[in-house]
C-alpha cells in the first residue's frame, strides 16, 4: 500500500478495499459463466485487521456456490508487512453475481482444498439467508421516496 491508498487514519480506504474485491471476484464468476455477469450484492464483508502503509494485500476470490442463474464468490485478502514478513488475514467477503442470460446452465464446483470445501459447505444456508434478505429488501423498497430532498411534495406531482 502507498500513501494515496490512505484515509486519514493511515489505512487503506475501504471503498479501494470493496472496489479490489468487486474487481477481482468478478473474474471468478465471469470463468465460471463463461458469459457476462453481473455484481448483485457485496453480501458480507468482515474487515478483520486494517491494511498500512508497505502492508501487500493479496486478494484471493473463488467460487463457493452456484445457483440456477447466481454465482457466489468467496474473497479472502491476505496482507503481508513487507519490511517483516508477518501475514495477517485482513478481510473476508460473500459476493453474489447474476447471469445476464437466464437460457444459461451454471456447472457445478468441486473444491479442492480444506478450506474451499468448509467455505463451499455453507453455501445453501447462506443461500437461504440472501433469499430471505432480498424479500424484506423489496419491501424495505416500497417505502423508499423517489422524491429528490430539495423537492416539494407538490413538486414531485
Known sequence: MFSPDLNEHGTVF???TLMTIDDNSSISASRIARIETVTASIDQVNFILPFKLQDSMCTESYVSGVGRSSIEVFTKIIGEHLKTGRRFLGLTCFSTFV???EDIFLPRIAPDNAEA???CSGYHERQG???KKLLAQEGF????SLQFPWQSKKDAE
Open 14 to 16: 475501504g471503498g479501494k
Open 99 to 101: 447471469v445476464t442470460d
Open 117 to 119: 470445501e468448509y467455505v
Open 129 to 131: 439467508e440472501r433469499f
Open 141 to 144: 423498497n416500497k417505502n423508499i
